[in-house]
T-cell receptor, first 114, second 111 residues
């Protein structure tokens, strides 16, 4: 199993450009999440999905859109990138089974917006 | 006020030392608790869940105090490889789809 994978690993954008971050998981998990992590801020939830075809806003959704057309994929879009979106982006999927509850994270995407 | 608060550290300890981290949470509806570990420039990974009666996994012991709304992590006999950031994580019954992450406590274990 590859677990959770993210594409790309690194990206540099100019202000106003758009891009899509791809997250894929092969564990058949229902729940998926997009976070951003900034120094001293910890992980902040951008959007999440509780199943195929459903998405919901997290703590910091402005400037981002998401789609979950297939269960295994969760896409994060930036329509018009801003320097404030420079961050490390982590995708995660979550397994909840009885007392077990664990999030599995991808390796992250380091995004710089100039 | 943040929903989950941790001392950012860093805690700088020698190998073999015992170190303890605390974490406080503000929502009394919190129902599940976890410690995640994050190595430098890597993704977070689950270290251990925290159970009401407390639990131990090798050198790691987690405790929960619901009355005071805090969670602790004790690491005995610290190893160099324990150097990382430890994230306190909480799940609330009124928003169970989401996990709430603390900002993390950084641990440096020196030779």
């Amino acid at each position: 199993n590859a677990g959770v994978t993210q594409t790309p690993k690194f990206r540099v954008l100019k202000t106003g450009q758009s891009m899509t971050l791809l997250c894929a998981q092969d564990m058949n998990h229902e729940y998926m999440y997009w976070y951003r992590q900034d120094p001293g801020m910890g992980l902040r939830l951008i959007h999440y999905s509780v199943g195929e075809g459903t998405t919901a806003k997290g703590e910091v959704p402005d400037g981002y859109n998401v789609s979950r057309l297939k269960k295994q994929n969760f896409l994060l879009g930036l329509e018009s990138a801003a320097p404030s979106q420079t961050s490390v982006y982590f995708c995660a999927s979550r397994k909840r089974q009885g007392h077990k509850d664990e999030q599995f994270f991808g390796p992250g995407t380091r995004l710089t917006v100039l | 006020r943040k929903e989950v608060e941790q001392d950012p550290g860093p805690f700088n300890v020698p190998e073999g030392a015992t170190v303890a981290f605390n974490c406080t949470y503000s929502n009394s509806a919190s129902q599940s608790f976890f410690w995640y570990r994050q190595d430098c420039r890597k993704e977070p990974k689950l270290l251990m869940s925290v159970y009401s009666s407390g639990n131990e996994d090798g050198r790691f012991t987690a405790q929960l105090n619901r009355a005071s709304q805090y969670i602790s992590l004790l690491i005995r006999d610290s190893k160099l490889s324990d150097s990382a950031t430890y994230l306190c994580v909480v799940n609330n019954v009124d928003s169970s789809y989401k996990l709430i992450f603390g900002s993390g406590t950084r641990l440096l274990v020196r030779p």
